[in-house]
């Protein structure tokens, strides 16, 4: 039989994204899969707006880009949904087969982990899948994405955790990352594998953690390693969950899986815009990691972080600046950010 697969979106006052994610999301080839929306706490009646796309009361917003391929024509509506508030989903039961959308209302803004660990407790209670497919909402996808996702699993059982070729939403849709990444210890950073002529296995062998982005997991792996960390709010997430795997789970690389884009979309960071809290959260992280999983390295990453105050107040980079200081001044006071 073919393995059920729930596709997983976090939306957080994205709903035009995720209008058009699901465009592409409903034209999978995969027989078998259900998605579920979990909404942190938007701002944006977010829900209502989904909703409406998929009664047919909402175009997708209209964009000349050439991936308009991927979400256009509209799909056939209305599209079957439910809406469920965060504790039923939870509990896990189940609409009926004849509904393939369910959006779920979280309540707050759980961040990255909680967000999507709301729709894998929804899923593991009901126990009626193979995988979980969590996928940006700031993304559209090739018809056979998720095709190339399972049959690289079932290819490698071994293999827990699987990412896809992400590709810049942007023409000319330049490399963002091979399936994954590698960490560097000695800095705390990590970097998205963009190039590997040796192939799918050489990729394989580099990866310390799949980008989040795009990441097939399997139901044995959640069983077994758990949800993601709810720890971190923002980054570091993915590299985590990796970690806590290493020895019983590898991880896999699908090529053919390819998924497009929105780079920084979701968090508000981008090469093209800077976010100064969402920098915060990303040393804050760094701290977390290397604290969880390789602690005597926690003076090199404060050094890092130094040279980086240091270099940006240089450079007159006060906002990057202050990210810096914003940190280490909550991790002094005891602020409940920093705790958080």
């Known amino acids: 039989m073919t393995p059920g697969v729930y596709v997983v979106l976090v939306n957080w006052n994205g709903w035009a994204d995720t209008v058009e994610c699901l465009e592409s999301v409903f034209r999978l080839r995969y027989p078998r899969y259900r998605v579920l929306v979990c909404d942190n706490g938007s701002a944006d009646d977010s829900l209502g707006r989904i909703a409406a796309w ?148 050489r990729v394989e062998s580099r990866m310390a953690y799949v980008v989040g982005a795009s990441m097939l997991v399997s139901k044995a792996f959640l069983r077994e390693v758990g949800l993601m960390s709810e720890d971190y709010f923002l980054f570091f997430e993915e590299l985590d969950w990796a970690a806590r795997a290493r020895g019983r789970y590898r991880l896999a690389f699908a090529p053919g899986s390819v998924v497009y884009h929105k780079a920084g979309r979701s968090t508000g960071w981008s090469a093209r815009r800077y976010n100064p809290a969402a920098e915060t959260f990303l040393y804050r992280s760094q701290l977390r990691y290397t604290q969880a999983h390789m602690p005597l390295f926690l003076p090199l990453v404060g050094l890092r972080h130094l040279m980086v105050l240091l270099k940006s107040l240089a450079t007159l980079r006060l906002s990057r600046a202050g990210a810096v200081v914003r940190l280490y001044r909550e991790l002094l006071t005891g602020a409940r950010g920093a705790q958080r």
């Open 54 to 201: 998929a009664e047919g009361r909402l175009a997708v917003p209209s964009d000349a880009s050439a991936l308009r391929r991927l979400s256009s024509p509209p799909v056939a509506k209305p599209v079957p949904y439910a809406v469920l508030q965060r504790a039923e989903a939870e509990r896990g039961p189940r609409a009926s087969d004849a509904v393939r959308l369910e959006l779920i209302a979280t309540g707050s803004n759980l961040g990255f982990a909680g967000g999507n660990n709301v729709a894998l407790r929804c899923a593991l209670a009901r126990d009626d899948f193979e995988y979980a497919w969590l996928l940006n909402n700031d993304t559209v996808v090739e018809p056979d994405a998720l095709d190339h996702l399972v049959a690289r699993m079932a290819q490698s059982p071994p293999a827990g955790l699987c990412g896809s070729t992400l590709l810049d939403y942007e023409p000319p849709h330049p490399v963002q990352a091979l399936g994954g990444g590698t960490y560097n210890r000695w800095l705390g950073t990590a970097r998205q594998i963009r190039s590997e002529p040796s192939g799918a296995e």
